[in-house]
């Protein structure tokens, strides 16, 4: 067996012609954590309920764990586990009562069901919360436990829909390990879908980004970010100025391309930033474009994303889903600072 | 086979441990049931001395009639938890398990079946109380419950099926409200159908609800009528047959939406 998950030209359309995806292709190996990235309505979620079965696509092929989802099932079934993006555990039964019914449904005994749930509870730090009703748990604790009942029955591919969309900054950095270590020490095979580019940045050995239904760009975020080579410069005007001037105004400044003019919002590249952006604010002022506010960043996968998608992840999320769900917003400046950090920092 | 039982058995049991955790609400849907007894008891005690009613006690008469009416308030609201577990992401968690679908409509069967059949008999029980007889004995009340466990299982799967096609709280209140006194009041749950205009005895010969009552009826009688009883109960099955298989079907329909 290749692949853990292959799957070939998915093409979903929904009874009120909303195509949800348009031919997407996407694998994830043995072991590896793929990131599916994009904004709310990008079809991460519709590719996530095909490859469990839940939903049979219009067209395309997928096998997951070496099984067809199309033709059996059964078998996907009992090989995944899947923490959804809506929970699913009973709010009024316990942390161990939902453990350890997850196991019956999955066939195990009843000692062995317990056994698993002690060792889950143990393991996500959840004993203590282990014997309260789940409708008391925080959101960390309550994401803790799903991703728990999505791994009781020790599956070889596991699916996280958006993990930690709606936690606090605490929570999630809990979750982010966590998330690290099953890959690490389960050798699991991860699908992570995720809105939050550095998380993406962080966690996914390969990101596919994908934009209105299709897969637009795919590799590790090294590599993806090291095809836009150097550093990107964007200006924020004080209002929107004519595209031909302020392309034009650009065009001027040496050693600048990429050049993107997005309403107020300019962005262009340059191997050293910190050294181009005197040119760059010259050239604009003598077009007499008045810039508000400059900054330089390193390349970070909002950069990537803009490049493929062609508009800027904050604006995709809008566009698509209208109000962004509650929870530290999901994209635009903090979100490209710290995967600035992540950059920054050299880890990788 | 033992897949289907094992799921099943597990779902089951996680309905009855909800319901095992709140016993107060199967108490307090309890109060409905007997404000009508006692109002309607009270209301319509002189009907029996119309000539043709055919019963000397009118709450012999009625203790039927608020078993089988509550079977169908109750059940007809089945499809609220339903929506719960829709939004909740329950459903979805199971469906992506390898439980049978089968499975999953079982357990809300049995689990109406054993809220219900519990009810019936408090309000049996509270009848009896009060001064009404069952001349047909256990085997009697025992076809009255299993009638109104029917009814029930039929409001039950329709409920769910708007549930699963529809996914609107509202539209469950509607059926409630728009069912519940037409079922009632257009069977034999509280007048006896010779007395009836000529329409509604047309109609109520075609009510599951009068179905119910009149095998009910027909089994706790001092000399009970068990052709009678069979002739009613058997489309009444039949019907919950079909309204179960409604409910499979609308949840296959609802997985093609999502």
Known sequence: MAYAIEAEGLVKTYPDDVRALDGLSVTVGPGEILGLLGPNGAGKSTTVK???????????????????????PDRVRRAIGVVPQRSGADPD??????????????????????????????????????????????????????????????????????????????????????????AGDDALAILLTTHYLDEADRLARRVAIVDRGRVVAEGTPDALKGELRGDAVHVECAEAPAEPLAREALGRV????????????????????????????????????????????????????????????????QADAGPLPAGPPPAGPSAESSARAATGGGAR | MSALLAGTWWMTHRRLSALARKPAVLVLTLVQPMIWLFL???????????????????????????????????????????IDEIERGTLNRFLVSPVRRSAIMNAGVVEQAVSTAFQSLVIIALGWAAGARYPGGAAGVAVLVAMSVLVGIVLAALSNTLALLVRDRNTIIGLNIMLLLPLTFLSSAFMAKDLMPGWMRDVAAGNPVSWALDAGRA????????????????????????????????????????
Do not use: C
């Not at chain 1, 066939?107 to 996500?124: D, H, I, M, P, Q």
């Open chain 1, 50 to 72: 095909i490859l469990t079965t839940l939903v049979r696509p219009d067209a395309g092929t997928a096998t997951v764990a070496g099984h067809d989802v199309l033709r059996r």
């Open chain 1, 93 to 182: 039964a316990s942390g161990r009562d939902n453990l350890v019914l997850q196991g019956r449904l999955y066939g195990l005994g009843g000692t062995a069901a317990r056994r698993r749930a002690a060792e889950l509870l143990e393991r996500f730090g959840l004993a203590e919360a282990a014997s309260r009703p789940v409708r008391t748990y925080s959101g960390g604790t309550q994401r803790r436990l799903d991703v728990a009942l999505g791994l009781v029955h020790r599956p070889e591919v596991l699916f996280l829909d958006e993990p930690t969309t709606g936690l606090d900054p605490e929570a999630r950095a809990s979750m982010w390990a966590e998330i690290a270590r099953l």
């Open chain 1, 254 to 317: 040496p050693g600048v391309r990429d050049i993107v003019v997005d309403g107020p919002r300019l962005s262009v590249r340059a191997d050293d930033g910190a050294a181009a952006l005197p040119g760059v604010l010259a050239a604009l002022d003598q077009a007499g474009i008045l810039a508000a506010a400059a900054t330089v960043a390193r390349p970070s996968l909002d950069d990537v994303y803009l490049r493929y998608a062609g508009r800027r992840f904050a604006q995709a999320n």
């Open chain 2, 40 to 82: 309607f008891g009270q209301l319509f005690r002189k009907v029996v001395e119309l000539p043709g009613f055919g019963t000397g006690s009118y709450l012999d008469y009625l203790v039927p009639g608020v078993v089988v009416m509550n079977a169908v308030s109750l059940n007809s609201f089945a499809g609220m938890a339903t």
């Open chain 2, 219 to 258: 089994a706790l009688a001092a000399d009970p009528d068990w052709g009678s009883a069979a002739a009613h109960a058997a489309p009444l099955l039949a019907l919950t047959a079909v309204t179960v298989g409604l409910a499979v079907f609308s949840l296959r329909s609802y997985q093609k939406s999502q």
